[in-house]
């Protein structure tokens, strides 16, 4: 994978397919060779055989600051863990279960398992008693970690219906030094066996999809899987993951390592050598303070946290009486944005004079604000998980933050496409990924094929749900005449009105969720005359609304209620309707004064809506939508 310091990137040219005047297929040949053997296992011990002294992670201590690890002292610590899971008389091909938030210890635990030669499983830590006992016995797991004594006492009191799970540790009680202190007496040679007996078609993890509808089902995802994506991956966007400046490439990850783009970060991160930090928190103030201290130069992130980073800039300038000139300045930076990936895409001559003058003149006032946000150092973002929104990413690029967006899922070990860095195009998640294929079926549902798609499902490997080869992802997409693929909606949550009308509500949400008031919305509309929506308060941006109108005493019934803040709501829903058409359009939304969540079984874990949840826990506010006006 070496290459030359600040040579430019691989970047293949998608081959298509058109059938009846449309392109129905693009497909990358892979920019890196499979390996035919090792496993992940590997990584820490190579990254110190031939550069011990790197710097391959830093961890947060207690005072705050983040101290280096080098790739000497990872592999020291993962054999010296490895050697504990193997005292504790786990065996090659068992399961280890980790319960815990994004941290430097669920990383270790992580290699440390692939090392002893175990399959690891995550557990999102916000989990419920009964969706963690359902992992931990589809899987047999036979250990599982936990972060906390709650998360101790929620396995503990369904052992009985475990009888495969034999070991539980706490990390915040000494996990990592106990299994370190079990294993001392083993030699080394037991690890080292376990490693090279692993190849790339061993399973190295389960992770269990987020179940919208029915019960969460473990994806089996190989070595060979995480190679094939990481591998591909970093030498394709090659100036985020290597770096081309005296400025070495880092990332603080603070997306759930219990979901798969957290785990293809950090794996892809070791593989690379970039340093990685890990951050348990992203509420903002949290968030923040650990992207100042730890100042990435790019970041992996969920449209969500870019669009807080977004409002909480501009609410900052309303509070200062300088929001028209935030405003001013967003337009300036999506114009400029735009602009420049015409330019760099040979379909513009880029921005002008005055666009760049004007640009150069918000920089410190604003744009610069965004970056040190972002910890001052960002130039580039991988965002994934739900659209970003042409006009968010044009802001960014504007304001000297490059994003590249992907789209993939659990199955297909985090991207199948990405941006690609030599030829972006807004409002798109890219080409196909190197090594990948991307097919619409006729009905518009998004097929892929690729060395990343997994091996089926634990327990059901006969459910691998094939179409002549290619993966039905569940999604409806298109691509366009260069192979660039956008994702327009979910196949099972298409909404067919009443008068027949086909809507797919993920556009919609995606556009109301960016305002700076909504904090979750459900469009609705199956069988109904007009589609509407059911939209709930971002606490932050609620609280910075009612600081600036004088308004913190209104109770919460009447909040919902109050015209002005309903005439702001409509205003986004007009902005929502202004990219659908009449039939498609929302036409009355209701505010609701109890916000979708996980802990009521509105939300997943990787904050997809329950719609099936949400519709009946509101069905009495969605009646209401469909009563005659007075």
Same mark, same amino acid.
């Given at each position: 994978?070496?290459?030359?310091?600040?040579?430019?990137?691989?970047?293949?040219? =998608?081959?298509?397919?058109?059938?009846?005047?449309?392109?129905?297929?693009?497909?990358?040949?892979?920019?890196?060779?499979?390996?035919?053997?090792?496993?992940?296992?590997?990584?820490?011990?190579?990254?110190?055989?031939?550069?011990?002294?790197?710097?391959?992670?830093?961890?947060?201590?207690?005072?705050?600051?983040?101290?280096?690890?080098?790739?000497?002292?990872?592999?020291?610590?993962?054999?010296?863990?490895?050697?504990?899971?193997?005292?504790?008389? %786990?065996?090659? &091909?068992?399961?280890?279960?980790?319960?815990?938030?994004?941290?430097?210890?669920?990383?270790?635990?992580?290699?440390?398992?692939?090392?002893?030669?175990?399959?690891?499983?995550?557990?999102?830590?916000?989990?419920?008693?009964?969706?963690?006992?359902?992992?931990?016995?589809?899987?047999?797991?036979?250990?599982?970690?936990?972060?906390?004594?709650?998360?101790?006492?929620?396995?503990?009191?369904?052992?009985?219906?475990? =009888?495969?799970?034999?070991?539980?540790?706490?990390?915040?009680?000494?996990?990592?030094?106990?299994?370190?202190?079990?294993?001392?007496?083993?030699?080394?040679?037991?690890?080292?066996?376990?490693?090279?007996?692993?190849? !790339?078609?061993?399973?190295?993890?389960?992770?269990?999809?987020?179940?919208?509808?029915?019960?969460?089902?473990?994806?089996?995802?190989?070595?060979?899987?995480?190679?094939?994506?990481?591998?591909?991956? /970093?030498?394709?966007?090659?100036?985020?993951?290597?770096?081309?400046?005296?400025?070495?490439?880092?990332?603080?990850? $603070?997306?759930?390592?219990?979901?798969?783009?957290?785990?293809?970060?950090?794996?892809?991160?070791?593989?690379?050598?970039?340093?990685?930090?890990?951050?348990?928190?992203?509420?903002?103030?949290?968030?923040?303070?650990?992207?100042?201290? $730890?100042?990435? /130069? @790019?970041?992996?992130?969920?449209?969500?946290?870019?669009?807080?980073?977004?409002?909480?800039?501009?609410?900052?300038?309303?509070?200062?009486?300088?929001?028209?000139?935030?405003?001013?300045?967003?337009?300036?930076?999506?114009?400029?944005?735009?602009?420049?990936?015409?330019?760099?895409?040979?379909?513009?001559?880029?921005?002008?004079?005055?666009?760049?003058?004007?640009?150069?003149?918000?920089? =410190?006032?604003?744009?610069?604000?965004?970056?040190?946000?972002?910890?001052?150092?960002?130039?580039?973002?991988?965002?994934?998980?739900? !659209?970003?929104?042409?006009?968010?990413?044009? @802001?960014?690029?504007?304001?000297?933050?490059?994003? @590249?967006?992907?789209?993939?899922?659990?199955?297909?070990?985090?991207?199948?496409?990405?941006?690609?860095?030599?030829?972006?195009?807004?409002?798109?998640?890219?080409?196909?990924?190197?090594? +990948?294929?991307?097919?619409?079926?006729?009905?518009?549902?998004?097929?892929?094929?690729?060395?990343?798609?997994?091996? &089926?499902?634990?327990?059901?490997?006969?459910?691998?749900?094939?179409?002549? &080869?290619?993966?039905?992802?569940?999604?409806?997409?298109?691509?366009?005449?260069?192979?660039?693929?956008?994702?327009?909606?979910?196949?099972?949550?298409?909404?067919?009105?009443?008068?027949?009308?086909?809507?797919?509500?993920? !556009?919609?949400?995606?556009?109301?969720?960016?305002?700076? %008031?909504?904090?979750?919305?459900?469009?609705?509309?199956?069988?109904?005359?007009?589609?509407?929506?059911?939209?709930?308060?971002? !606490?932050?941006?609620?609280?910075?609304?009612?600081?600036?109108?004088?308004?913190?005493?209104?109770?919460?019934?009447?909040?919902?209620?109050?015209?002005?803040?309903?005439?702001?709501?409509?205003?986004?829903?007009?902005?929502?309707?202004?990219?659908?058409?009449?039939?498609?359009?929302?036409?009355?939304?209701?505010?609701?004064?109890?916000?979708? +969540?996980?802990?009521?079984?509105?939300?997943?874990?990787?904050?997809?809506?329950?719609?099936?949840?949400?519709?009946?826990? @509101?069905?009495?506010?969605?009646?209401?939508?469909?009563?005659?006006?007075?």
């Amino acid at each position: 994978m070496a290459r030359p310091q600040g040579t430019p990137p691989a970047q293949g040219v =998608p081959q298509l397919t058109a059938e009846g005047g449309r392109v129905r297929q693009a497909a990358v040949p892979p920019i890196v060779d499979p390996p035919k053997r090792g496993s992940l296992a590997d990584i820490p011990f190579t990254n110190a055989a031939e550069a011990p002294s790197d710097v391959v992670m830093s961890r947060k201590g207690a005072d705050g600051r983040w101290r280096d690890v080098t790739a000497a002292e990872f592999r020291d610590e993962v054999l010296a863990v490895a050697k504990g899971l193997v005292a504790a008389g %786990l065996r090659p &091909g068992d399961r280890l279960a980790v319960m815990a938030r994004t941290s430097y210890a669920w990383t270790l635990l992580d290699f440390a398992g692939w090392a002893a030669g175990l399959i690891t499983v995550p557990i999102y830590p916000t989990s419920s008693a009964s969706q963690c006992e359902w992992i931990l016995a589809d899987s047999g797991a036979t250990a599982c970690v936990v972060e906390n004594v709650a998360q101790a006492r929620m396995v503990s009191a369904v052992r009985t219906s475990l =009888p495969e799970l034999r070991e539980l540790w706490q990390l915040d009680t000494g996990a990592v030094a106990q299994l370190a202190a079990d294993g001392r007496t083993l030699p080394d040679a037991l690890v080292t066996s376990r490693r090279q007996s692993m190849a !790339p078609e061993t399973v190295a993890t389960l992770i269990y999809t987020s179940g919208t509808t029915g019960r969460p089902k473990g994806c089996i995802l190989t070595h060979g899987n995480f190679f094939a994506e990481v591998d591909n991956a /970093t030498e394709l966007l090659h100036p985020v993951f290597r770096s081309v400046s005296t400025e070495p490439a880092s990332t603080l990850l $603070f997306l759930p390592l219990s979901h798969v783009f957290g785990r293809m970060v950090a794996v892809g991160c070791l593989r690379a050598r970039v340093r990685l930090g890990h951050a348990p928190s992203i509420a903002t103030e949290d968030l923040l303070a650990d992207l100042a201290g $730890f100042q990435p /130069t @790019f970041l992996l992130a969920i449209p969500y946290v870019l669009e807080k980073v977004y409002n909480t800039g501009r609410a900052t300038a309303e509070k200062i009486g300088r929001a028209a000139s935030f405003d001013r300045a967003a337009r300036i930076a999506q114009a400029y944005g735009t602009a420049a990936v015409a330019r760099q895409t040979g379909t513009g001559p880029g921005p002008g004079l005055g666009l760049r003058l004007a640009r150069a003149l918000y920089d =410190p006032l604003v744009y610069r604000r965004i970056r040190a946000a972002l910890g001052g150092k960002v130039r580039y973002a991988i965002c994934g998980g739900s !659209p970003l929104g042409s006009r968010l990413a044009a @802001f960014y690029a504007g304001a000297g933050v490059l994003v @590249f967006e992907g789209y993939g899922l659990t199955e297909t070990t985090a991207a199948a496409t990405v941006t690609p860095p030599l030829s972006p195009r807004l409002g798109t998640v890219g080409w196909p990924l190197p090594g +990948t294929a991307v097919r619409i079926a006729e009905d518009g549902e998004v097929l892929l094929r690729g060395g990343q798609v997994f091996a &089926g499902y634990w327990n059901d490997e006969g459910a691998f749900p094939a179409v002549e &080869g290619w993966f039905p992802t569940g999604d409806i997409g298109e691509l366009d005449a260069e192979g660039y693929l956008t994702i327009t909606g979910r196949k099972k949550e298409i909404i067919i009105t009443a008068g027949g009308k086909n809507v797919a509500p993920a !556009p919609l949400e995606d556009r109301l969720r960016a305002h700076p %008031l909504v904090g979750q919305c459900m469009v609705v509309g199956d069988n109904r005359p007009y589609v509407t929506a059911l939209v709930t308060l971002e !606490p932050d941006g609620l609280a910075h609304w009612r600081r600036m109108r004088h308004k913190e005493a209104l109770a919460p019934k009447e909040l919902v209620e109050d015209e002005e803040l309903l005439a702001e709501l409509q205003k986004a829903v007009d902005d929502a309707n202004a990219s659908v058409s009449q039939a498609e359009s929302i036409r009355r939304f209701r505010v609701l004064a109890a916000d979708f +969540t996980e802990e009521a079984g509105h939300l997943t874990p990787s904050m997809k809506l329950r719609r099936a949840a949400v519709a009946r826990d @509101f069905a009495a506010d969605i009646e209401e939508l469909y009563r005659r006006k007075r």
